[in-house]
């Protein structure tokens, strides 16, 4: 393999770390494993850092820059933005379907000890924080039915973006779902009529 800027190969050695930690688990994440995944030499990892605790931080810090990239997204509708944040996990699940596992799971929170598990999880609550404001927004100006629980819808929401995120994928059967139409219809489902 030919030789990168340390930037480029940093974020080779992050995005390796991720998608070994996904697809190997903690057992198999190793130095060779890594690089392996890269293209390079063991030895080769460590002129770019100086430790393999550095490659989890790094791994941390790449899979968070991609989760938020665009975040918060913005519509002065709470729904529509609600939905394009939707959109945006969606295709983060089909693009990067290792973090998405990452983040559900608690492999990369292990891996970097007490930092990483208080990172993943202010990831999830900064999402789910998300989610609720707008659906509370929502519901404040009228465009949730009466009586509807925020809470509820949130998990709804929630549990929609992370039953596609275990499924690893848009495709069911042979159609592959489009995540406009699956947001249309959730939002079907909660719009006040």
């Given at each position: 393999?030919?030789?990168e800027k340390t930037e480029v190969r940093q974020r080779q050695?992050?995005?390796?770390?991720?998608k070994v930690i996904a697809q190997q688990g903690l057992r198999?994440?190793?130095?060779?494993?890594?690089?392996r995944e890269v293209g390079i030499s063991d030895g080769t990892l460590f002129r770019h850092f100086p430790d393999k605790d550095a490659i989890?931080?790094?791994?941390?810090?790449?899979a968070e820059a991609i989760m938020f990239e665009g975040f918060p997204p913005q519509h002065p509708d709470p729904l529509e933005r609600l939905?394009?944040?939707?959109?945006?996990?969606?295709?983060?699940?089909?693009?990067?379907?290792?973090?998405?596992?990452?983040?559900m799971s608690d492999q990369l929170a292990q891996a970097a000890g007490g930092l990483g598990a208080e990172r993943v999880?202010?990831?999830?609550?900064?999402?789910?924080?998300?989610?609720r404001s707008c659906l509370v927004e929502a519901q404040a100006a009228g465009?949730?039915?009466?009586?509807?629980?925020?809470?509820?819808?949130?998990?709804v929401v929630m549990g929609s973006i992370l039953s596609i995120g275990v499924a690893g994928s848009l495709s069911m059967g042979a159609d592959k779902t489009d995540p406009a139409?699956?947001?249309?219809t959730l939002k079907a489902l909660i719009r006040r009529s």
């Open positions: 393999m030919k030789r050695i992050a995005d390796a770390a991720l198999r994440f190793t130095a060779a494993a890594i690089a989890v931080v790094a791994a941390l810090d790449r939905g394009l944040f939707f959109h945006q996990r969606l295709v983060l699940v089909e693009a990067n379907p290792a973090i998405v596992r990452l983040a999880a202010e990831w999830k609550a900064r999402s789910a924080d998300f989610i465009s949730l039915p009466s009586g509807v629980s925020t809470g509820a819808l949130c998990l139409q699956v947001w249309a």
